[in-house]
């Protein structure tokens, strides 16, 4: 262990987190993934300071966590929008109007496309971040976006403002278009599947 490491205070339930994930895989390393997850669901972004409480209950550098944080775009090393908005680009969104629709986020939140659309931008007030995103695997429904983890789609522009006021003043993002509502496919239409979120 570091020596930086060895003085970094580790709040329990961060340490009871990381060690129970750490025991799901043989070697604990394995865990960097899950645990800087948790880390940055708590802090918005992987903070310098999780980082090293991380590393201390890992037993490893902090730079080997910085790393791993650095090569995935899904986890972010400054402090972005409080909400996260991914756009889909990949083909199947960007031939049913998703640069139109990244352009209708960016107006709504006040941020450049260009930015947006090259690693992600977040707005003046903090509230919101939006980013283009290679592919979200969700072809069925484009042009579609994440918004806080929850596909939504498809999208038209106008819904841009409207998921962008809802995320400022804390309301339920469009439920009428959350894919948690759609039913399986093939399957009788039912609730939701509660293991979507919805």
Not at 102 to 112: E, P, R, V
Not at 148 to 173: C, H, K, M, Q, W
Request: aromatic fraction near 6%; charged fraction near 20%.
């Amino acid at each position: 262990m570091s020596e930086a490491a060895a003085r970094t205070k580790v709040p329990g339930d961060l340490r009871a987190a990381v060690e129970q994930l750490m025991s799901r895989y043989p070697r604990h390393r394995s865990a960097s993934i899950p645990a800087l997850h948790w880390i940055q669901k708590r802090d918005g972004w992987c903070t310098p300071e999780g980082i090293r409480q991380v590393a201390e209950v890992m037993d490893v550098e902090p730079a080997y966590l910085e790393s791993v944080a650095s090569f995935y775009d899904l986890f972010k090393l400054e402090p972005v929008g409080e909400n996260r908005v991914l756009v889909c680009t990949n083909i199947s969104c960007w031939m049913r109007g998703a640069d139109d629709l990244l352009g209708a986020f960016c107006d709504a939140a006040g941020l450049d496309p260009a930015e947006a659309g090259h690693g992600g931008a977040s707005s003046a007030d903090g509230k919101v971040f939006v980013s283009g995103f290679e592919c979200l695997g969700a072809c069925d429904i484009a042009p579609m976006a994440s918004v806080n983890a929850r596909y939504f789609g498809p999208l038209e522009n106008g819904d841009a403002a409207t998921i962008v006021a809802s995320l400022r003043a804390g309301a339920d993002v469009m439920p009428e278009k959350a894919i948690a509502i759609r039913g399986a496919a093939g399957g009788p239409d039912g609730p939701p599947d509660p293991r979507l979120g919805g």
